[in-house]
């Protein structure tokens, strides 16, 4: 999402980006979710971050009406086909993430989370953080991204990993933007350019631009929820050329009531064009809710019909 995009969400208090992101305030030196129902501030006193870590580190303190250093309460109907195994795995961990960032000590985080000791913990946590526990509470510290950017016909492309895999790829207008953005996410991590060392995963990504391949295959290293891995695996299902409402994709997962916790998977989709959610448009087949713009999602579309 642009800056000018995340603002609008701001403005209407938009629920299907209730945790994409929050935004500073500087002259209160709070942060807010979007969906606070606070008054909202000047714009020019506005810094958006892509979470409540990001935020705290750059001095802000979180609201006490949205509590956007909380998770939200899951919704239990929106995840209804995710196994009760999963959901009870889920909700563990959004809880050993909030332990976490309150800075106690990994031990009582993971024994407030309910794992019954520290073995438990480190084998089963990092799949689900995409780091270590002690990694994710300091924001990546102890991490090493190496990260690219290259101009492509959608304006700039980065694309970063870790030791394990990918961590994120987005789009933009302007490199020092995308680096910015990839900062604030792993705030802590030690982060390099290294152009040289992901020019495979560059090339992967500009032949699915070209057309040659339906998306990137690349190994990642993200992290998501139980009900989030179940949306991105079936955007790629979804073939070149096609589109699908936010409703039809929701019933392709037999979970036709779920359509504001699709739209949030989707707007929280870390790597762009490895999981397509661009195919995933309005019912009147608009496109809507892109983190990477609505212009560069439709300008996304056309070629893929194109070619």
């Known amino acids: 999402m642009t800056n000018e995009e995340k603002w609008l969400a701001v403005l209407g208090r938009d629920a ?14 709070i942060f807010c979710r979007p969906t606070c129902p606070s008054k909202r501030p000047q714009v020019e006193n506005v810094t958006f971050f892509e979470g409540a870590g990001a935020a705290k580190e750059a001095g802000f303190r979180a609201c006490k009406r949205c509590r956007p250093d909380k998770a939200l309460p899951l919704d239990i109907e929106a995840v209804s086909g ?15 993430k909030q332990e976490l ?11 407030e989370a309910g794992f019954g000791s520290t073995r438990a913990l480190y084998e089963r946590a990092p799949s689900r953080l995409g780091m270590t526990p002690a990694t994710y509470a300091k924001g990546g ?25 990918v961590c994120s790829i987005a789009l933009g207008d302007r490199t ?17 350019r290294d152009d040289a060392a992901l020019k495979d ?25 139980a009900f989030q891995a179940r949306v991105w695996k079936e955007l790629q299902r979804i073939e070149r050329g096609e589109t699908i409402s936010y409703s039809q994709l929701a019933e392709r997962m037999g979970e036709p009531k779920a359509v504001r916790a699709v739209a949030s998977a989707c707007a929280r989709n870390p790597v762009a064009l490895v999981h397509p959610c661009h195919r ?25 019909v194109q070619r």
Do not use: H
């Open 176 to 192: 020092d933007e995308l680096e910015a953005g990839l900062r604030a996410e792993f705030f802590a991590a030690q982060i390099e």
């Open 141 to 165: 510290a102890g991490t090493t991204i190496r990260f690219a950017v290259q101009e492509c016909e959608l304006g700039f492309v980065l694309v970063a990993r870790t030791p394990v895999g």
């Open 201 to 225: 995963e560059l090339r992967a990504i500009l032949d699915s631009l070209e057309g040659k391949t339906a998306f990137p295959d690349l190994p990642l290293d993200i992290r998501a929820t």
């Open 82 to 96: 995710v196994s009760g195994r999963e959901l009870r795995e889920t909700q563990r961990m959004e809880t050993l």
């Open 16 to 29: 299907r980006f209730g945790d994409a992101f929050v935004y500073g305030v500087s002259s209160t030196r």
């Open 280 to 304: 995933v448009v309005g019912k009147d087949g608009a496109a809507r809710g892109f983190r990477w713009s609505i212009e560069r999602k439709r300008r996304l579309l056309e070629r893929e």
């Open 101 to 111: 960032q309150k800075d106690n000590g990994v031990l009582n985080a993971g024994l």
